[in-house]
């Protein structure tokens, strides 16, 4: 159980596009959803916290209109990245912590690599 | 602010010696400590730690808290190939806050 999906993978797109990631949890209801960058060689970087229902709290430096995030549901949280940059090229990681759980469990989606060209 | 530093930042070992990976923690309301592998993909969950002095084993891998000097280490004996990766630390403060990480340790076993 506790599988959490990231689409898609990988994507490639030019200077300026928009690019959408979506994270999904597969089994279980997420009220509570992150979004993380990682950079080659470096760690974990949370961006935003995402909540169900309500708007995502964003990290010091992490632009909130550059980077959007929806959690329309218990299971799905979106992150937009408008007006992309090569700047933009990273790894991006959702992970979503499991409702009602007393302890601070997450699980890790995949991640999407993307490349801006 | 809550911080977690792991050392060493890196790790070269042979196959079949053992490994220690530290890390120390600084985190309000602290709740639990996470020990994740990572590959080339996302971490991959191992450990969560959140009583003092009681150790979680897992095939080869082992991990052990002391809340009283704030810290884990996390040891790998008989260390395979396929160990090799980067072992991140992570500390929650309370139920809904995001997961603090150290950088992490790369470890990599030779054969």
């Known amino acids: 159980g506790a599988v959490v999906s990231q689409h898609p993978s990988w994507v490639i797109c030019k200077s300026g596009t928009s690019v959408k990631i979506e994270c999904r949890s597969l089994?279980?209801?997420?009220?509570?959803m992150f979004w993380y960058r990682q950079f080659p060689k470096q760690s974990l970087m949370l961006m935003a916290t995402?909540?169900?229902?309500?708007?995502?709290?964003?990290e010091q430096g992490v632009e909130k209109d550059k980077f959007l995030i929806n959690h329309a549901s218990l299971t799905l949280s979106t992150l937009t990245v408008t007006s992309a940059h090569p700047e933009d090229s990273s790894f991006y990681i959702c992970?979503?912590?499991?409702?009602?759980?007393?302890?601070?469990?997450?699980?890790f989606g995949p991640g999407t690599r993307l490349t801006v060209l | 602010e809550d911080k977690v530093v792991q050392s060493p930042l890196s790790l070269v070992v042979h196959e079949g010696d053992t490994v220690t990976l530290n890390c120390s923690y600084e985190?309000?309301?602290?709740?639990?400590l996470l020990w994740y592998k990572q590959e080339k993909k996302a971490p991959t969950f191992l450990f969560m730690l959140?009583?003092?002095?009681i150790e979680k084993k897992s095939g080869r891998l082992s991990s052990i808290l002391d809340k009283k000097e704030l810290f884990s280490i996390l040891n790998i004996t008989a260390t395979q190939t396929g160990d090799s990766a980067v072992y991140l630390c992570?500390?929650?403060?309370?139920?809904?806050?995001?997961?603090?990480f150290g950088k992490g340790t790369r470890l990599s076993v030779i054969a």
């Open positions: 992970s979503a912590r499991l409702s009602g759980h007393s302890y601070n469990e997450q699980f």
């Open positions: 089994d279980f209801q997420a009220t509570t």
């Open positions: 995402s909540n169900e229902g309500s708007k995502a709290t964003y």
């Open positions: 985190v309000t309301n602290f709740r639990s």
């Open positions: 959140t009583s003092s002095g």
């Open positions: 992570a500390g929650p403060s309370s139920g809904n806050t995001p997961l603090v």
